[in-house]
């Protein structure tokens, strides 16, 4: 089966009736956690993107507490499972400001933790990596506001 383009999707839903339109919504919402939670983020959340961010923020520091700092392995794991959620919440966001601000809040948790990043290469490369992002995402933002962010680089 072949499955249409976006741009096919997008007449056609220009087509339906609001009603019609709802429907498709809700149903799409019911097979994956991940689409329910964009149409949350999209209907709930958008409009203010700084309680969205502090959200976020909190479900870092939740995630944060529970590593498990004894197991190297163990924590390398709970680290990427929460690089995969961050990224997750900065995919529904797709702002700039939003990807610098939890990146960076990101990276500062990590270097929080006590863990070696030096003496781990797997976990230097993953705050490595998250610089890069940082600095790729902050050369398409405002001039103030690179400044801002670049005085918070510094300080990582």
């Known amino acids: ?12 839903l220009s087509l339906l009736h609001p009603a019609r339109i709802q ?7 019911k097979f994956r956690k991940e689409n329910k939670e964009l149409l949350n983020y999209l209907l709930f959340e958008a409009n203010d993107e700084n309680t969205y961010i502090e959200n976020v923020k909190s479900l870092l520091d939740e995630l944060f507490a529970e590593i498990n700092k ?8 709970n680290i990427r499972k929460i690089l995969r959620t961050s990224n997750k919440f900065i995919k529904y966001s ?17 270097k929080n933790t006590a863990l ?12 490595q990596r998250q610089l890069l992002k940082i600095n790729k995402a902050l050369a398409s933002l405002h001039e103030d506001l690179q400044f801002d962010y670049g005085v918070q680089i510094r300080q990582l």
Do not use: D, R
């Not at 004894?70 to 794991?77: E, G, I």
């Not at 797709?94 to 948790?109: I, N, P, S, W």
């Open 1 to 12: 089966m072949k499955t249409a383009s976006l741009k096919e999707i997008k007449t056609e």
């Open 116 to 127: 070696p990043l030096t003496e781990n290469a797997v976990l230097g490369n993953i705050y």
């Open 94 to 110: 797709g702002a700039k400001q939003t990807e610098v601000e939890l990146l960076l809040y990101f990276c500062k948790l990590l």
């Open 23 to 29: 429907e498709v919504c809700l149903q799409m919402a």
């Open 70 to 77: 004894t197991n190297a392995y163990l924590a390398k794991k």
